[in-house]
Nanobody
Framework: QVQLVESGGGLVQPGGSLRLSCAAS????????RGWYRQAPGKERELVAE???????NFGVFVKGRFTISRDNDKNILYLQMNSLKSEDTAVYYC??????????WGQGTQVTVSS
């Protein structure tokens, strides 16, 4: 079993930055990809960014170079650096690990609010 715990969310002004962290514990092996998703009120959950063990990345079209995804394999932490934040980035951000043979695991989410 895998446990994922996100942190780093909060209130930030438009144009500001936040770094989200996702700490993983448990049976962390056989990973296909790690990713960040978000869900705003009344909207479907959408991909923000994902990264494979080989380092390949994929981003939602709305990111447009503003966010960076990275990982610390020694500490089993996944990061999302978000810059130039906009009000439309307001959402709950979730961490997700996808496994080759064990489905997926989600964190509980962290709220990001972009407002002046």
């Amino acid at each position: 079993q895998v446990q994922l715990v996100e942190s780093g969310g909060g209130l930030v002004q438009p144009g500001g930055s936040l770094r989200l962290s996702c700490a993983a514990s448990g049976n962390i092996f056989g990973i296909h990809s790690r990713g960040w998703y978000r869900q705003a009120p009344g909207k479907e959950r959408e991909l923000v960014a994902e990264i494979t063990p080989g380092g390949s990345t994929n981003f939602g079209v709305f990111v447009k170079g503003r966010f960076t995804i990275s990982r610390d394999n020694d500490k089993n932490i996944l990061y999302l650096q978000m810059n130039s934040l906009k009000s439309e980035d307001t959402a709950v951000y979730y961490c997700k690990f996808t496994f080759w043979a064990r489905g997926e695991a989600w964190g509980q989410g962290t709220q990001v609010t972009v407002s002046s």
